[in-house]
């Protein structure tokens, strides 16, 4: 059974940073991308950064610039260092992982989220 952990959210002043990290574990054959979504109250569940096996990033629009994720080698792990947060970042944030559980079996996993707060 494969389970994403995550940590580190919390309430920061606009202007200020946070970071977040996400672990997972189980039986995990081989990682095909990892990432973090967030989403707002009223909104839909949105993608903020991804990172896939050859360590290729993929940003959205808003967090461009503010926003960097970034994954160890080979680590079942997966960090978002979040700068210069807006009240608009506010957001429950969800760690996802894409990843084969056999040669032939694959599936997304989730964490529990994590509440990011900007504001004063």
């Known amino acids: 059974q494969v389970q994403l952990v995550e940590s580190g959210g919390g309430l920061v002043q606009p202007g200020g940073s946070l970071s977040l990290s996400c672990v997972a574990s189980g039986s995990i054959f081989r990682i095909v991308a990892m990432a973090w979504y967030r989403q707002a109250p009223g909104k839909e569940r949105e993608l903020v950064a991804s990172?896939?096996?050859?360590?290729?990033?993929d940003y959205a629009e808003s967090v461009k610039g503010r926003f960097t994720i970034s994954r160890l080698n080979g680590a079942n792990s997966v960090y978002l260092q979040m700068n210069s947060l807006k009240p608009e970042d506010t957001a429950v944030y969800y760690c996802n992982m894409r990843a084969y559980v056999t040669p032939f079996q694959w599936g997304d996993y989730w964490g529990q989220g994590t509440q990011v707060t900007a504001s004063s």
């Open positions: 990172v896939n096996a050859g360590g290729g990033t």
